[in-house]
């Protein structure tokens, strides 16, 4: 075999015999029956209702466009909105009978549908593209490469259900890559030259971060175009991107109130990015950098491990094609190189399915060192394409079964709500667009204070409202701790299956939870810190006692009562001590000192109301908390208020962490929340009736080798021992006796301890016994 081109020829080995060739030698008609096997394999799947608060945007744009409202978010996608429109009236001739949650979803998710088969014949092209135009590398190519790269693509799991979800990556995509290839041919073909561009600006109005993809591979042909036509070809091809881009532009600035309303609306989103999205651009740490190339690289994978698998075979295929064909891995990287860096430090990626252009380079990289493995590579590629479509399959399912909860609760709501409806319906912020697309206006939606949700249903109670009120949240979101627990009602809908699987990662919302809030017996204001989402809020916001009183709200009602304050001190051990007040629609209740040797201890203080609350001017009255240095010349140390309840007598058990735990912790990604105990950690329990704790754990063998034997204990009476072996809930009954001999003090003793610093090699100094998941106290 010989190099064609200037210069000597030289024999160039060949890359693969006759097996890997058999694998994947295929015309390219056989990548479009590939394609449309894809598309037949997923029609089944097709979406049972919208989802992400993107799709639910671009449904409502379909209903009444409105960048300015978010219908759809800036920049407005006025291509991808023109083709639902198209898709929207054929379903209505076509498919009459489909449930109308469903209608907008399927009709933007057949884009995906047909953009997935379209994204496969053009990635086919695109490399077909390369070989074409670089005759003297494409004998160094494996011919393998094509129909090997596409494949693999096709099965790639975010590719997968990219292809399937109402959204609009896939269409993008496809558009893009159907430029690519045309901007690659006009390397020899400069009459395509303006075809691609007119492709790259029609692309931009289907998703406009195409243009990270496309432009700089239209600026590096243009460069390399030569000849004494270049200066034609050139003029066309800028002409014709321009004309692309308006061609969606004008229709855009002439909805949207002309430039001035436009940019407002831009302005909204990039601030809300800014303000909300962890941006590597803007935090530039290198755990962020290494979580970011995580998701990028490894969660399209669906599995991290089948994610390092192929991303080291793209590396072997980046130093191979490097060796071998330096000019192909040239225009690969112009096309790609740029979005790669705009995704990483400009997007969001916890949202996996951003990534999803990178597969394409990624699998012609591996494609290049599985053929190079010759007879190996038969067996590699096998066991990778069978391994992601052992992934891609279970999520497809899981996505085509399940409608999202956030729509079956609002079905629930509909159906309940009709016979009584609620005083109002609430939400967090990525459930409020399900609520607009989806409820009845009788619904009574109240539209959210982002960040801040919880606040509304505090306001109407405070205002006078008596009656019961819905809110409709997200998993991920801890608001409902801020009111009393004895008011809050849960219906924990089933999870949404698709989301657990790791190329679904990022989709917001990830679930839904039906509450029902009866008018509660106390409901917190800002300031307070009691989970760790409120705690950062607080410290992002500066509401906490360092920066001023911080309000709860109580119930006026004559029952003598209990209620209790708990929280940490910040500071450092130097810092002033201070003084902290409780009082009561300005009577002042009680007054405690926390001193600076208390740094990084918990205080814990109960407070008693023999007169219940008292009657005043509305419903609640306002319990104040403040806070002052006791050093006039020193600032206010850092405290927070990490607990808070208060229960009439003869209610529901009061259960208070005290000395021995450590602070509380959250999983932001899932949600889960939980707290260590030392080797012994005190619940402070009030209840004049047998009381019931019930403790949920995670198994001690994953962090100490040995099974610890735990006590727990009421004073020196022993009411219970185990040894945990394994995830564990226990259930545990304490007598009114017990807790009045032990004063309310029930201890849980380990014997075995984990030091994190130690073990890990960070500076953690903590000693850690049992991860616990959840401790409540119910009457038996």
Known sequence: MKASGSGPSREVPPLADGHVAAVARLPLWSVAILASAYAIAHLPVLPPSLEDIDSINFALGLRHFDVALHQPHPPGYPVYIGLGHISLSLLSWLAPALQPLRVEAVALAVWSLLGGAIAIVAAAALCRALEDVFPAERPRAPRALVAGTVSLLALAPLF?????????????????LVAQSMLVRGLRRPSLLAWGALGAGLAAGIRVQTLALTAPLLLGVLLATRGPEAWRHRALAIGAAAAGCLAWVIPLLAL???????????????????????MLWAHPTPRLLALALYRTLLLPWGDPWLGAVVIALAAIGFVTALMRAPRMLGIVCLAFAPYAVFHLLLQETATVRYALPLLVPIVWLATWAMVLARRAGVVLWVATAVSALLISAPTAIDYGQQAHPAFRAIVDMISEGEGSPPAGVYSHHALYRSLQFAAPDWLALVAPERQREWLGPVRFFRDGGERTVWFLGDPLRSDMALF??????????????????????????????????????????????????AGGRVRAARTGLDRGPIEAYLRRRPDPATFYLGGFHLGAPGDAPAELTASLDGQLLDTWTVAPESAGQPFLRFIRLPAGVPPGSGRYATLTVAARSLAPQRPMPEIAVRQFDLQPDGGRPLMAFGEGWYEDELATDTGQRWRWTSAAAQLRLVSLQTAVLTIRGESPLKYVGQAPTVRITA????LATFRPSADFTWTVAVSADALAASNGVVTIETDRTYLPGAAEGTADTRKLGLRIFECRVDLQ
Not at 490 to 510: C, D, I, K
């Open 715 to 718: 004073g020196p009476r022993s």
């Open 484 to 533: 009393d627990p004895a008011s809050v009602e849960t219906n924990e809908l089933n999870p949404w299956r698709a989301y657990a699987h790791a190329e679904m990662g990022g989709a917001r919302p990830s679930g839904a939870l039906w509450h029902r809030i009866k008018p509660p017996g106390w409901m917190a204001g800002d300031g307070w810190s009691l989970t760790p989402e």
């Open 256 to 278: 949207t109130g002309g430039v001035s309303g436009y940019l407002r609306a831009l302005g909204s989103q990039a601030g809300e990015d800014f303000a909300w999205v962890d």
């Open 160 to 176: 997968s259900i990219s292809g399937v979800r109402p959204l609009s990556d896939m269409p993008g995509l496809a558009a893009a």
